[in-house]
């Protein structure tokens, strides 16, 4: 059985060492399960799919909920973990079995919390949205997320990690007339209507957005282009492809509006393929302000996207905050330091305790 209340890098290790690529998480929620009913008191466990949560109600003022995904990219070589120095490697190993085992450490050891606890470790985060677990869980559970702060244990090197960016992807055609490109007169070139666009986001100036304290920096960028027919062929259809990362003080409907925005008049067609709000980083709220003390002020801006935007949209301040760096997630040579581990459970411990 994995043992909750050893040594957390052990208990990454052994996290680690249960391959749980996502739809394939079934073994690794039994034993976690199965652990949390042996070695924890006063909290109620329910199972939802290949989903395990936990919650205490213990009648404190705040509620703090600690969330986890099971699940990580298929493996490339890299499992069991082993140890390199001042390194624990695996798949896994930052994203986020780390985050996950200072979770598990903390519900077998935090003997008194301040707060009320709720811990949500969930399937099929690393694939496509509609799968996600967490989104499951808010169908058919909701009430187990209810909380006045949520942490998310993904890797963010110590820092808490506030919010994250929204994003949005749109595809911008234009259409011309084929013809022979030895007679190119005599057709319209669709990917040269696409000039304007490229010069537009060559001179695009993003902005940076300061919300309690946290500076989110915008990035508007062609991601893929596509057109042409043939060698000898003047294309009829060309499109570009343009990701819009935004802060989360705009909506998905101001971002796409931002964009419209951006390419007014010129000829083209612009087509939403993707779009996910982001999340403000509510750092205000006392429960989530305490957490800033705890961890001595080392807060940053999300960028990117994380499932701390399923919180936000619920109302509830959420922050990414674990062991690792996010740059190494899904590498074959993806690893953790072990001080990360031992770090992020004294910063939560203290701030449970509190």
């Not at 099971?70 to 493996?75: E, I, Y």
């Not at 780390?98 to 811990?119: C, E, M, Q």
């Not at 949500?120 to 996600?132: G, K």
């Amino acid at each position: 059985m994995l043992d909750l209340r050893g040594d957390p890098i052990e208990l990454t290790a052994a996290l680690v060492d249960i391959p749980s690529e996502s739809r394939h998480e079934a073994r690794l929620a039994d034993e976690v399960e199965a652990a949390l009913r042996a070695q924890t008191s006063g909290f109620e466990i329910v199972r939802n799919g290949n989903a395990v949560l936990a919650r205490t109600s213990l009648g404190r003022p705040s509620r703090v909920l600690l969330a986890g995904h099971l699940d990580t990219v298929p493996a490339a070589g890299n499992l069991p973990s082993r140890r390199d120095g001042d390194l624990l490697c695996g798949c896994g190993a930052a994203d986020m079995k780390s985050g996950d085992a200072v979770f598990l450490h903390l519900a077998a050891t935090v003997a008194d919390p301040a707060h009320d606890l709720t811990l949500v470790f969930y399937d099929c985060e690393e694939i496509e949205a509609a799968a996600n677990g967490l989104g499951r869980i808010e169908r058919e559970l909701p009430d187990w997320l209810a909380a006045d702060v949520a942490v998310l244990g993904e890797p963010t090197g110590g820092y808490i990690e506030a919010g994250c960016q929204g994003t949005l992807r749109v595809v911008i055609g234009a259409t011309g007339t084929r013809a022979h490109s030895a007679r190119s007169w005599l057709g319209d070139n669709a990917i040269h209507k696409l000039s304007p666009v490229l010069d537009r986001l060559a001179r695009y100036r993003a902005r940076s957005v300061d919300i309690d304290g946290c500076t989110y920096r915008e990035g508007l960028s062609a991601v893929r282009i596509e057109g042409g027919v043939a060698g000898n062929v003047i294309p009829d259809a060309a499109s570009v492809t343009v990701n819009f990362r935004f802060a989360p003080d705009r909506s998905a409907a101001a971002a796409l509006a931002h964009v419209h925005e951006v390419f007014d008049g010129l000829d083209v067609a612009i087509e939403q393929t993707d779009a996910a709000s982001g999340a403000l980083p509510g750092l205000a709220q006392p429960a989530a302000r305490a957490l800033v003390e705890a961890a001595d002020g080392r807060v940053r801006a999300k960028y990117g996207w994380t499932d701390v935007a399923r919180f936000a949209a619920l109302g509830i301040p959420a922050v990414n905050f674990g062991p690792g760096d996010p740059n190494v997630a899904h590498k074959r040579d993806e690893a953790v330091p072990v001080g990360n581990i031992t770090a992020a459970v004294d910063v939560l411990r203290a701030y449970l305790s509190a």
